[in-house]
C-alpha cells in the first residue's frame, strides 16, 4: 500500500466481481493508501490477498465508508440501496455496479470511451452499466460519432458468470454430471430465486432475470434503457433479446445497426473500430478472424469482427462484439470510472 | 418388411442424420416394401437395424439405384452430385438433404408446411433446405400468409450435430478435458477442413461453413437465400449471423421480423401459431415457458416463444424458435417431403 493515494472500499469483495476488482485495481495500480474490504455479515472474516498483503474483510456497517474516498459497490441492489447514501453521507463517492441508480437521472451511467463527461454531474453515486450494454455501447459510439445512429437490434450470447459464482458452479457441475450420465438438478439457473430452474449445461436458455409485464425480460429492458441514456439518445431504437449460454465467462452480441449516413462501406465502419479507445478490431474472414468469449477472458478489452454490410438496407450493417464481462463489463469498467475520476479532478 | 409399398434407399445411412432417417422411417412407419443401405466404401459392410431386421450397408454405385423409387440422399454435396442423377435416370426419386441442388432453379426446395405444391414441379430431385432455414420458414409462413412478411433477421444459436458424428465428438471429448484440467487440440470445428479450428466448448463461434467473397457465410447465405425461395418472395428482406455453440442438437433462433399490416398484438401472432402445422407454442412469460434446444431433441416439431412487440417499430416483433436439428432439420423433413409425395399421387 503507498503513503499517499485515496482511501478506497470495495463492497462485495468476495463475489465473482469482487474478486476482478481487486485484481484490477492491483494490475492498474490504482493509487490506493487504504484499502477496506466489505461484505455481507456471512463473508466477514475472509482473508484477501492485495498485492501481497492479507486482508480481511469486514462485514458492512454504516460507519464502515468512515474516511472512505471511493467505495466500489458490486453486492447485490439491496445493499447498495442500504449502503450507498450511507457511503455518500460520509463523503465517499459511490461507483455502483448494480441496477439500484442506473436509471436515477440524478446518477450518471458511465462508461468512460462513451461518455465520461457525464461524471461531472455526479451527486455522489455513479452507476456502472449492465455487462451487455457496456461492450455494445464501447463498440457503437465510433459510429454514432461519425455517422449517427438510427436503430440497434442485439442478440445476446451471454456467460453464466454474470450471474454469480455460484451460477459457474452449476454450470461446470451439470457439465460434468451429463457427461458422465448422472441425473442433474438445476436450482440456479436461469434466474436465482426465479420458480423454475433449466438445464444450462449444452443447453442455450432465453432468460436473463425476471420477466417484466411486456414479455421483456429485465435484461433486455437493461440493454434498451441503459443504451440511451449512456449514448445521450433517447430517441434511438433499440430491442434486446438476451440469451444465456454454457460459457463461463465472456459475453457475445450479434448488433444489427442502421447509421444515418449513406454511402459507407464496410471498411469505414472496421477503419473507425480499429482506431477506437477500448476496441480490439478482429475481422478477417479470410483468415477465419473474429471474436470469441473462450479467447476473450481475462481481457479487458471490447473485441469487434463479422462486419458486414446488411444486403437489403443501405444504411444496415451486422457486427459481433464480444468482452469478458466481469472486467470491461463489470470490474475494469468501475475501476476505469475511478481512474476517470482522479483524472477530472474529481475525487478529493 | 411390408410386401406392398416403395423401395427406398437411404444414402449415408451410418451418418448422424443418416440415423435419424432410418428411426423416422419407421416410426412413421413408412410403406417401404424394400429398404437398400448405402454408403462410401469406408462405411460399406456396416450392419444397421430398420425393424428388428438386419441390413449390411452397401457401397453407393450408379448401379444401386435400379428399381429404386424414393432415394434419401445425406451424405455429403459431392455424393449427391455423382449419383442423384444416376438415381433419377433409372426412375427413382431423390429427396437429397445437401445443399447441391437447392438453389438449381429445376429443383423443388420443400418444407411442407409451406410450399408442399411445389413437389409437383420436380424433374426427379427434391433438395432438403439447410436446417436453420427450415424451423424458421415453418415460424415465419402462418405469420406471412395473414399478415405478409417485409423484413426477418435472425441471430442463430445451432448446435454441433449440424457438423456430423465428428463434430459431436470433439463437443464430448473436448469437454471432458477442460473440466478435467487437460490441453485441448481443436480438430474438426467450426468447419472440418477449414485451416484453422477453435475451441467450441464452453465457447460461441461466430462460423458456420466457410465465408464468402462479401464476408457472409455459406450457412448465413443459406438462410437467406433459401427462405426467399421457399416463402416465394424474392423481395423479402432477411439478414442471417450464424453461430455454433456447445450444444450437441437442437438450434435456436433470435428471430425479428416485420410484417405488413398494423394493429396486430402479441396475441395474434401466438393464435396463429399455436393453430399452425408443425409447431409447439410454449409462450408464457409469467410460467418462465420458453422453447430450449435441450428439451427439444428427439421432437419433429418446431417449437416458438418469447413472442414480443418491439418496442418502436409497430410492426415488428420478436420470437425465439427452436427444433431438434437432425429431425425437422434433416431427417424428419426428408421423410415428410416422401409422405407429402405419397399423398399428392406423385411417386408411382
Not at 469482487?18 to 484490477?24: C, D, H, I, R, V
Not at 452499466?129 to 461492450?135: A, E, H
Not at 468469449?293 to 469482427?305: E, I, Q, S, T
Given at each position: 500500500m503507498a503513503t499517499t493515494g485515496f482511501h478506497v472500499a470495495v463492497v462485495g469483495a468476495t463475489g465473482a466481481v469482487?474478486?476482478?476488482?481487486?485484481?484490477?485495481l492491483e494490475k492498474r495500480n490504482f493509487p490506493i493508501r487504504k484499502l477496506t474490504l466489505l461484505s455481507s455479515s456471512r463473508s466477514a472474516g475472509t482473508v484477501l490477498k492485495y498485492k501481497d498483503e492479507d486482508i480481511v474483510v469486514q462485514e458492512a456497517k454504516p460507519n464502515s465508508f468512515q474516511d472512505v474516498d471511493i467505495a466500489l459497490f458490486s453486492a447485490g441492489g439491496n445493499i447498495s440501496k442500504l449502503f450507498a447514501p450511507e457511503a455518500v453521507k460520509r463523503g465517499a463517492i459511490v461507483i455502483d455496479n448494480t441496477s439500484a441508480y442506473r436509471m436515477d437521472p440524478e446518477v450518471p451511467l458511465v462508461v468512460p470511451e462513451v461518455n465520461e463527461e457525464d461524471l461531472k454531474l455526479h451527486n455522489g453515486i455513479i452507476a456502472n452499466?449492465?455487462?451487455?450494454?457496456?461492450?455494445?455501447?464501447?463498440?457503437?459510439?465510433?459510429?454514432?460519432?461519425?455517422?449517427?445512429?438510427?436503430?440497434?437490434?442485439?442478440?445476446t450470447y451471454q456467460a453464466v458468470s454474470g450471474a454469480g459464482a455460484a451460477a459457474i458452479d452449476e454450470l461446470k457441475n451439470q457439465t460434468r454430471a451429463i457427461i458422465e450420465g448422472e441425473t442433474i438438478e438445476p436450482k440456479i439457473l436461469p434466474v436465482k430465486g426465479d420458480k423454475n430452474?433449466?438445464?444450462?449445461?449444452?443447453?442455450?436458455?432465453?432468460?436473463?432475470?425476471?420477466?417484466?409485464?411486456?414479455?421483456?425480460?429485465?435484461?433486455?429492458?437493461?440493454?434498451?434503457?441503459?443504451?440511451?441514456?449512456?449514448?445521450?439518445?433517447?430517441?434511438?431504437k433499440v430491442a434486446a433479446t438476451c440469451v444465456r449460454l454454457p460459457v463461463e465467462t465472456g459475453h457475445s452480441e450479434s448488433v444489427y445497426f442502421e447509421i444515418n449516413r449513406e454511402g459507407i462501406d464496410v471498411e469505414n465502419i472496421r477503419t473507425l473500430l480499429g482506431d477506437a479507445d477500448g476496441i480490439?478490431?478482429?475481422?478477417?474472414?479470410?483468415?477465419?478472424?473474429?471474436?470469441?468469449?473462450?479467447?476473450?477472458?481475462?481481457?479487458?478489452?471490447?473485441?469487434?469482427?463479422?462486419?458486414?454490410?446488411?444486403?437489403?438496407?443501405?444504411?444496415g450493417f451486422h457486427m459481433w462484439v464480444v468482452s469478458d464481462n466481469l472486467l470491461k463489463g463489470a470490474a475494469w469498467n468501475s475501476v476505469q470510472i475511478a481512474e476517470s475520476l482522479v483524472k477530472l479532478g474529481l475525487v478529493k
Open positions: 469482487g474478486q476482478q476488482m481487486l485484481l484490477t452499466p449492465n455487462c451487455s450494454t457496456i461492450q455494445m455501447v464501447v463498440a457503437l459510439e465510433p459510429i454514432r460519432k461519425a455517422y449517427g445512429l438510427e436503430k440497434v437490434i442485439v442478440s430452474h433449466y438445464q444450462i449445461a449444452f443447453n442455450a436458455v432465453p432468460q436473463i432475470d425476471k420477466f417484466e409485464e411486456n414479455g421483456y425480460t429485465f435484461e433486455e429492458m437493461k440493454m434498451i434503457n441503459e443504451t440511451k441514456k449512456i449514448m445521450h439518445m433517447p430517441q434511438l480490439i478490431l478482429q475481422d478477417n474472414p479470410n483468415e477465419q478472424l473474429y471474436p470469441m468469449p473462450a479467447y476473450a477472458v481475462g481481457k479487458k478489452d471490447v473485441f469487434v469482427g463479422r462486419i458486414r454490410k446488411d444486403l437489403d438496407e443501405e444504411n
